[in-house]
């Protein structure tokens, strides 16, 4: 049975996509379809922030790419001689907080040490968020996208806990997408089921996959990588057949494989 997978592909580099290689392990063949462009914005910003750790109680990600603006910022020979030499250390006195495993390892991957990969989504890291840090303390820097969900800020702001967000991203529909789809739908067919992975996703998608489906459309199991996701899928008017336990690759893949194998999910 074959899975689209709206989603980039996993860096060549690093080996296999971690989604395709477990959802073959289910002997399904799943197909990956970028869906989003970014676009980076306030770098110099946000490095300037990042050169005065001692104005934070420490780091909030959500989201990769806001870990790839840093990235693109270390570029640089001189910040990252810079990170090096001090800021790395200086930051890694406070904590790192991110929501899944993908940001877990950028945030390695420059250094850091990463605190709540296992929460899952905002909400979760929020609740881990308060109860490790004490009202009005430094507030801690928030890098994110212009599309950011307000339940973290909210959260936060309701116990005292001061974020100051920063955006460093905007999104975007990828170039490619409809002819991607298109091209997909013509030579494959209508998959067995669909999987998006932001919002973002939802809102770009899912007309032209309804439309490209055409009557099958009943017949595609939709899944969704986490809460927010299945929730704008629901809102869309859209039956949601399972959404993964937490945002990995192991989990979306049982997820579907139960979802594909029993009326509901």
């Not at 392990?25 to 914005?41: D, M, R």
């Not at 959404?243 to 194998?261: R, V």
Request: hydrophobic residues 35%; neutral net charge.
């Amino acid at each position: 049975m074959k899975v689209l997978l709206l989603k980039d592909p996993k860096d060549k580099e690093s080996g296999p996509d971690p989604y395709v290689k477990e959802l073959g392990s289910y002997s399904l063949e799943a197909t990956l379809i970028p869906v989003l462009s970014f676009e980076f914005t306030s770098l110099d910003s946000l490095f300037e922030k990042l050169s005065h750790p001692e104005c934070y109680g420490g780091l909030v990600f959500t989201s990769p790419r806001a870990l790839e603006a840093i990235k693109i910022c270390l570029k640089e020979k001189s910040k990252k001689e810079a990170w090096s030499k001090s800021l790395k250390q200086m930051w890694n006195i406070k904590p790192t907080y991110v929501v899944g495993k993908a940001t877990a390892s950028l945030v390695e991957e420059i250094g850091l040490i990463p605190q709540g990969e296992k929460t899952g989504n905002a909400e979760k890291l929020a609740e881990y968020i308060c109860s490790r840090e004490k009202p009005n303390s430094s507030a801690l820097l928030f890098p994110c996208g212009a599309l950011k969900r307000e339940v973290l800020p909210t959260v936060l702001r309701g116990k005292g806990i001061p974020l100051e967000s920063l955006t460093v991203y905007q999104t975007t529909q990828h170039p490619d997408l409809q002819e991607a789809l298109s091209s997909y739908f013509s030579q494959q067919g209508v998959p067995a089921s669909v999987v998006f992975f932001s919002p973002s996703g939802v809102r770009f998608c899912l007309q032209h996959i309804q439309k490209l489906s055409g009557d099958l459309i009943n017949q595609v199991k939709f899944a969704a990588i986490g809460p927010s996701t299945a929730e704008a899928l629901r809102s869309a008017g859209v039956a949601v057949s399972c959404t993964a336990g937490s945002p990995t690759a192991q989990e979306l893949a049982a997820a579907i494989h139960t979802a594909l194998h029993t009326h509901s999910c």
